[in-house]
């Protein structure tokens, strides 16, 4: 039996590829909320993502599949590491930073390269601040008093560590328990999951076996500001997207059929990266 591959999805790039919906499907329930609220206080918190198959109780092992660094600054930039299969050969780093202007780069620090979005407009720049969640609904809604996720239930006040966490639970079709902290700008700090039924959103039984599960625990939070290596970009070259998602599926050995779906995958990403450019009229030669 070989293991999961929707679960691989937080543990590796598509070097084991399942269905494009199933990779979008398990995408949207493993990876924390982008949208923090937004806050001056700086920190550092430290998670790790451990995977396995059947129940979180069951007699499987876990294995670790990320480590993960999330990093905020008192000027409001942000910075989150994953380092996808820790201590092994398949071992490789990626890195997402938010500036204040809320540009977005994406750092493939595995090979060298980076993909800087363009600027935000400040109409853009407002509506997402508005969005995010406040410590003061209890990471529950928006400044405009709007649920920010719909399918989370409010379930308690808990104690991770030595921090106070908001808990919520989504039942069905997967069993889903997530713990946010309003301290630090509702950071998601842990989470528990379990995965009903196959591979896909349509072959779903809410009632059957678990098939694999997945927790991401708190290692550590510091207070005050990040080790500025964590934003460091001056030793990595702009790319498009497809690029460096291609030049890390090469260097990790991907087969030619996965690395021909990254390509198709990422191609309206790679069309709005140069459509920008182009409109700025700085598209570098290819």
């Given at each position: 039996?070989q293991i999961n591959k929707q679960l691989l999805l937080v543990c590796s790039i598509a070097l084991v590829l399942p269905s494009v919906s199933t990779l979008i499907y398990r995408r949207l329930w493993l990876e924390p909320a982008v949208a923090q609220a937004s806050v001056s206080v700086p920190y550092t918190i430290q998670l790790r993502e451990r995977i396995k198959y059947g129940p979180l109780d069951g007699d499987k092992p876990f294995r670790t599949s990320r480590e993960v660094v999330i990093a905020r600054r008192s000027?409001?930039?942000?910075?989150?590491?994953?380092?996808?299969?820790?201590?092994?050969?398949?071992?490789?780093?990626?890195?997402?930073?938010?500036?204040?202007?809320?540009?977005?780069?994406?750092?493939?620090?595995?090979?060298?390269?980076?993909?800087?979005?363009?600027?935000?407009?400040?109409?853009?720049?407002?509506?997402?601040?508005?969005?995010?969640?406040?410590?003061?609904?209890?990471?529950?809604?928006?400044?405009?008093?709007?649920?920010?996720?719909?399918?989370?239930?409010?379930?308690?006040?808990?104690?991770?560590?030595?921090?106070?966490?908001?808990?919520?639970?989504?039942?069905?079709?997967?069993?889903?328990?997530?713990?946010?902290?309003?301290?630090?700008?509702?950071?998601?700090?842990?989470?528990?999951?379990?995965?009903?039924?196959?591979?896909?959103?349509?072959?779903?039984?809410?009632?059957?076996?678990?098939?694999?599960?997945?927790?991401?625990?708190?290692?550590?939070?510091?207070?005050?500001?990040?080790?500025?290596?964590?934003?460091?970009?001056?030793?990595?070259?702009?790319?498009?997207?497809?690029?460096?998602?291609?030049?890390?599926?090469?260097?990790?050995?991907?087969?030619?059929?996965?690395?021909?779906?990254?390509?198709?995958?990422?191609?309206?990403?790679?069309?709005?990266?140069?459509?920008?450019?182009?409109?700025?009229?700085?598209?570098?030669?290819?």
């Amino acid at each position: 039996m070989q293991i999961n591959k929707q679960l691989l999805l937080v543990c590796s790039i598509a070097l084991v590829l399942p269905s494009v919906s199933t990779l979008i499907y398990r995408r949207l329930w493993l990876e924390p909320a982008v949208a923090q609220a937004s806050v001056s206080v700086p920190y550092t918190i430290q998670l790790r993502e451990r995977i396995k198959y059947g129940p979180l109780d069951g007699d499987k092992p876990f294995r670790t599949s990320r480590e993960v660094v999330i990093a905020r600054r008192s000027d409001g930039a942000r910075s989150e590491t994953e380092v996808f299969s820790p201590g092994t050969s398949m071992q490789r780093q990626r890195r997402l930073i938010v500036l204040p202007d809320l540009r977005h780069i994406r750092a493939w620090d595995s090979v060298g390269l980076k993909t800087t979005g363009p600027p935000m407009t400040l109409d853009h720049i407002e509506k997402v601040q508005s969005g995010k969640p406040t410590a003061e609904s209890n990471c529950m809604n928006n400044s405009l008093g709007q649920a920010v996720d719909l399918s989370y239930k409010f379930a308690g006040k808990e104690w991770i560590g030595n921090v106070l966490a908001i808990k919520k639970t989504i039942d069905r079709p997967h069993s889903l328990t997530s713990w946010f902290v309003p301290e630090y700008g509702c950071e998601q700090i842990q989470r528990k999951i379990e995965f009903k039924g196959c591979c896909t959103a349509d072959k779903i039984d809410p009632n059957g076996p678990t098939s694999d599960s997945g927790e991401l625990s708190l290692v550590s939070i510091k207070p005050g500001e990040p080790d500025s290596a964590l934003f460091d970009l001056t030793n990595l070259v702009e790319s498009p997207p497809g690029r460096a998602n291609e030049a890390e599926m090469r260097k990790f050995g991907a087969e030619e059929k996965f690395i021909v779906d990254g390509k198709v995958s990422y191609k309206a990403a790679d069309e709005a990266y140069w459509s920008v450019r182009d409109r700025a009229g700085v598209r570098p030669p290819q």
